[in-house]
């Protein structure tokens, strides 16, 4: 049973056509990456999930659970992180997470509680208003506020936007070990480092579709590939190199390599031609060409 | 039913946090209106026979707080929830729209009935009232602070913007709560006027609510409970039936 399931999902709000047949699945325990450009239907796709938005037409479900026909064990298994920085100015961090475990049921709730505090590093603003507390900690409050009645799914849109550097390493820290533990996460983000670093599996959307679904490993060595990045001081490239390698924008060239050992020939190929080496640079394949490759690839089918 | 106690909780909490504001406010509020009215009018009214016009003016005066308040608490709520987003914590845990409606309704009930108890409180020592028929005057307290909470919280789910919702508020309910009977007696409005006040609702929870401290109103109380709980239970219906659908919640 796929954590997360999506079949045909369908959504128009007015004339704009948020979601335009998304069918996708996430495995338990997987670290899943939703990637897409702003505008793509991501976070209409998790609005969807946590029955914020209601799809047209399709079918979403949740650890088996249907986010309509069953929509409380469906929300019960699922918890949300949304993009935008929420909060209820009216209580203390203690107490919106009190009334977030209550809104599940959940009574006796003050030893995870207290668990996520700490993981959080909230402890000691336990007691503070959430008016008096900073941006990044607002965001924290925020992933506790999903996690009070231990979702086996998390979903985090964008939890990283505008959060300071170490804010997003305890952050991402605490998740990998939930992830550890069993949990399935989904993630959107804009940095497509972390999801890189992330997410074991990744969907790219544009214009309410997903373009593409795979594997992270997968997709980088389809799309992308590890280049030779050379600057000359003099001389120029060997006609066996130029005729692979291209200018880059900077003033140098990008010469793909299989491996790392390729390197060492065509800086032999190099010296042999005479030429004096300015820089140079192995650089592994990135996320980043992949996403930028796939978002042009469907322009051009538009 | 999991999340219904802790919601209505929350919403109990929420006004009483700031209850300078949501109760003691509209209790000096009522009493000014006693006061100045008192002193105008005293003189020159009486509404029911054997009861002075003081009299007669604190239980109109309590209910018309209780019935703003009632509508100022869930719709406010909702309001600021929706506006601040912080809505969204309450849509995504698994809770039903009955469980949303009741304790939007009831946290609505129990701000009304908290000031209208500091009304009386307050104007105990200036002008003790009688208590003829408690019951009669806790049922017409039930419903009428429920009919306010129920419009509120279809005011503060229409309402997109802060204005609208004064709108709402200043145009609908403050016309019907002051035009309810709580400075007048009905029968000492025009033919025209007394038809008028029969059609509003309002109407029937104050003057059933006055039955129940001196015996005397201008209407049968069964009519006035009949028609204002019929007035509940129809409003709740379309109300709820506006959250089962999502409007404006969920899109």
């Not at chain 2, 008028?196 to 059933?208: E, M, W």
Request: net charge neutral.
């Amino acid at each position: 049973m796929p954590a997360v399931q999506a079949a045909e999902v369908f959504k128009r709000f007015g004339t704009v056509r948020a979601l335009e047949g998304v069918s996708l699945s996430v495995e338990e325990g997987e670290f899943f990456g939703l990637l897409g450009p702003n505008g793509a239907g991501k976070t209409t796709l998790i609005s969807a999930l946590g029955g914020l938005v209601s799809a047209d037409s399709g079918t979403l479900s949740v650890m088996g659970h249907d986010v309509t026909r069953d929509f409380r064990a469906a929300r019960r298994a699922v918890g949300i992180v949304p993009q935008e920085i929420v909060f209820d100015p009216f209580f203390t961090v203690r107490e919106t997470l009190e009334i977030q475990s209550g809104y599940f049921g959940l009574r006796r709730n003050a030893q995870w509680i207290d668990e996520l505090l700490q993981r959080l590093a909230l402890t000691s603003k336990a007691n503070a208003n959430m008016r008096a507390l900073s941006g990044g900690m607002k965001r924290r409050v925020m992933v506790a506020q999903a996690l009070v009645h231990r979702p086996p799914v998390i979903v985090l849109d964008e939890p990283t936007a505008g959060v300071d550097v170490e804010l997003r390493q305890t952050l991402w820290q605490f998740i990998r070990s939930l992830n550890a533990a069993g949990h399935t996460i989904v993630l959107t983000t804009h940095y497509l480092e972390e999801a890189q670093q992330l997410c074991s599996r990744i969907a790219m959307m544009k214009d309410g579709r997903v373009v593409a679904l795979g594997s992270t490993a997968g997709l980088l060595a389809e799309f992308s590939e590890r280049v030779l990045r050379v600057k000359l001081e003099s001389g120029t490239l060997p006609p066996a190199l130029a005729a692979r390698a291209q200018a880059d924008p900077a003033g140098g060239f990008r010469i793909p390599i299989a491996d790392v050992a390729h390197a060492e020939e065509a800086l032999r190929e190099l010296r042999t031609a005479g030429a004096a080496v300015a820089s140079l640079e192995v650089a592994e394949p990135e996320l980043e060409e992949v996403f930028v490759k796939i978002m042009r690839r469907e322009e051009k089918v538009l | 039913m999991t999340g219904f106690p802790t919601l209505l909780y929350k919403e109990v909490l929420r006004f009483w946090k700031v209850s300078f504001q949501t109760v003691a406010a509209p209790v000096v509020s009522a009493i000014l209106y006693l006061i100045v009215f008192a002193h105008a009018l005293a003189a020159h009214v009486q509404a029911f026979p054997g009861v002075s016009y003081v009299e007669f003016l604190v239980p109109g005066l309590a209910m018309m707080s209780m019935l703003q308040n009632a509508f100022a608490n869930s719709s406010s709520s909702l309001i600021q929830s929706k506006l601040t987003g912080n809505i969204i914590f309450i849509l995504l845990p698994p809770m039903g729209p009955a469980e949303i409606f009741a304790a939007y309704l009831i946290a609505s009930m129990v701000r009304g009935l908290v000031v209208g108890l500091g009304v009386f409180a307050a104007t105990l020592w200036l002008v003790p009232v009688p208590l003829q028929h408690p019951l009669w005057a806790v049922a017409f307290a039930i419903v009428g602070t429920g009919i306010l909470g129920v419009l509120g919280i279809v005011a503060g789910i229409w309402a997109e913007r802060f204005d609208q919702l004064a709108g709402f508020q200043n145009f609908l309910v403050m016309p019907l709560t002051f035009l309810a009977g709580v400075f007048y007696s009905m029968h000492t409005l025009p033919p025209f006027w007394q038809s008028v006040s029969k059609l509003n609702p309002f109407f029937y929870a104050i003057d059933g609510f006055r039955y129940g401290f001196f015996g005397q109103s201008d209407v049968d109380p069964w009519t006035s409970l009949a028609f204002a709980t019929v007035t509940l239970a129809a409003l709740s219906w379309m109300t709820l039936h506006l959250i089962r659908r999502g409007y404006k919640l969920r899109h």
